[in-house]
């Protein structure tokens, strides 16, 4: 119940294209969804996070679209850049718990020029 | 920005030594500290939540008198490896969470090699 699915593993777009990458979980209580962009040898880095009080939240070309009822969140990458290849990261979270991330398997997405 | 330091960035250890990772949090008091494991090509993995003035909550499965962990402090705490094996080596992060608000920030990660 603590695990956060993430899908696909990998990921392959072109240039100006958009990379999708979907999340599922099962714990109802979680009540903070980031998802974290990470380069070969650095640490994570936040994108975009929400809060399931909001079906949608966009950042520039970063957009994730939440779905409490099937307990599923998405990240929308648009006009992918090869400067987006990275590894990328769903997690999820209680406040309660100050934060304690559960992650995602991770998806390594490749922006083709 | 808030930003969460790690020293060292990378260590090579001989096997049966112990090594230290500190994980600061620069401008802001991180009343909670994470550690996470990540080895190559997979996910990041809990290993234990500090609470500063407190001992460190470990998940299941991580031995706790093999990754001592320690948060004296409201901007410092540390990761010690001890008896270190060829099998621990990895890529450590920490992050943390406290003062800053509702967020919470990574390290840039040690690399750890046992040899």
């Known amino acids: 119940q603590q695990q956060v699915k993430q899908s696909p593993q990998s990921l392959i777009v072109q240039k100006g294209g958009i990379s999708i990458i979907n999340c599922a979980y099962e714990?109802?209580?979680?009540?903070?969804f980031p998802w974290y962009q990470q380069f070969p040898g650095k640490g994570p880095a936040l994108l975009i996070a929400i809060r399931p009080d909001v079906s949608e939240k966009k950042e520039g070309r970063f957009t994730i679209s939440f779905n409490k009822s099937a307990k599923q969140f998405s990240l929308h990458i648009m006009d992918s850049q090869p400067g987006d290849s990275a590894t990328y990261f769903c997690a999820a979270s209680w406040v309660d718990s100050s934060y304690k991330l559960i992650f995602g398997s991770g998806t390594r997405l490749l922006v083709r020029p | 920005g808030a930003v969460v330091s790690q020293h060292p960035s990378w260590v090579i250890c001989k096997s049966g030594t112990s090594v230290k990772i500190e994980c600061r949090s620069l401008d802001f008091q991180a009343t909670t500290m994470f550690w996470y494991r990540q080895f190559p090509k997979q996910s990041l993995m809990l290993m234990a939540t500090s609470n500063e003035g407190s001992k460190a909550t470990y998940e299941q499965g991580v031995e706790k008198d093999k990754f001592l962990i320690n948060h004296a402090s409201l901007t410092l705490s540390t990761l010690t490896v001890t008896s270190a094996h060829p099998e621990d080596s990895s890529f450590y992060i920490c992050?943390?969470?406290?003062?800053?608000?509702?967020?919470?920030?990574f390290g840039e990660g040690s690399w750890l090699t046992v040899v």
């Open positions: 992050s943390a969470s406290g003062s800053i608000g509702n967020t919470i920030y």
């Open positions: 714990n109802t209580a979680f009540d903070y």
